[in-house]
Every structure is written in C-alpha cells, then in structure tokens.
C-alpha cells in the first residue's frame, strides 16, 4: 500500500518542492511545506521529520532523510530522498536534480499509462463479446428441444427439459463469472497513478 501511495503522489511533490525552491524557499520550509498535507503519505513522512526537528528529538535533517530513504518503497521517492541528502552532505544542485527527476517521472508515468491503455485495448471488445453473444447461444440451445419439437428426438435421442434448464443456467453463470475475472484481470493491471 506504501509503495502505491508513494508513486502516486511523488511526482506532484517533486513539482511542489520544485515551484517552492525556484520562489526562494529553503529545502527545510519546503519539507515543512509538503508535510502540511495533500501529499499522502510523503506529507506524513515529512511532518514527522519537521516534528523530531521542532522537539529537538532529532540527529538532524540529514539523518532524518538518510532514515526515510531505509523507509521508502518506490524508487522515485528513493531518488528524491537521495537527492535531498546530497543537497544537505556536498551542497549538490537541488532544483536542477529535481526538475530533471520530474521530467524522468513523467515519461515514466507515460509510458506506463500508455502500457496500461494497450494492455487494455481489447477488454472491452472481449467483455461485449461474452455478454452478448454467451446468453444469445444458450437461449438458443434452450430452445432447440421446442424449435425441432419431434425431429429432436431423433436426432439427439430423449433430451430432458430440466437437464436442458440446467446447461442453460450453468451456463449463464459461467459467462457471468467469466466477465468478473476480465474484468478483474483488468482492474489488477491498473498502475495506480
């Protein structure tokens, strides 16, 4: 659920802390900033480390980022974090590095939408297909007993209408079961952005 969350919500702060910083906003207001809120659980992450900062309780930002990168899930977030220590360790350039991961994490988000819109191309056609056409072939197979009347009977020998109910409704059940597992199939698939 962590790892969801923080791809969902990591390059929405990356752009933030991007906006912050290029208006004159110090590393430390940003993360105060974020953890405000909106941000999921990255707005957590970062309140809990401006709160140990406030009571005192902490080593420092930069220890207290190196302990998010250990928490983190995702690898966005994980490059975030690293680029944050490496701005706090050896003075890198923060807004360059963020925009820069921004820019990657788009494509990034891109092209998994894109997977994920191909991956899917064909389940609403095969949905259709089964819901339409399944229940359209067992009502005729319910029928034929009536459609043929006696020829039936020599063709296929004693044919039971209850026997006949059964395969109709089994099989209705199975073209519902089987549009719940497509349907799932295509709901597990989602890249949760």
Do not use: C, W
Not at 17 to 28: A, I, K, Q
Not at 138 to 147: D, N, S, T, W
């Amino acid at each position: 659920m962590r790892l969801l969350e923080e791809k969902r919500e990591i390059l929405y702060v990356i752009r933030t802390m991007d906006v912050l910083m290029s208006s004159g906003v110090g590393l430390e207001a940003a993360i105060h900033t974020i953890g405000t809120g909106g941000y999921g659980i990255i707005s957590s992450d970062f309140s809990t480390v401006m709160e140990k900062l406030r009571s005192g309780k902490s080593r420092g930002l930069d220890k207290e980022i190196k302990a998010l990168m250990n928490k983190s899930e995702s690898e966005g977030y994980r490059r975030l974090l690293n680029t944050m220590y490496g701005n706090l360790t050896q003075n890198t350039d923060l807004l360059e590095t963020l925009r820069k991961q921004g820019k990657r994490m788009e494509e990034d988000r891109n092209e998994e939408v894109k997977k994920y819109i191909e991956d899917l191309s064909g389940v609403p056609e095969t949905l259709l297909s089964i819901g339409m056409i399944g229940p359209i072939i067992l009502a005729i197979v319910g029928l034929v007993p009536q459609l043929l009347g006696d020829g039936a009977e020599a063709i296929m020998g004693t044919i039971d209408q209850g026997l006949i109910n059964s395969v109709v409704n089994g099989g209705l059940i199975f073209t519902l079961i089987g549009m719940m597992l497509i349907g799932l199939k295509a709901h597990t698939k989602d890249p949760g952005l």
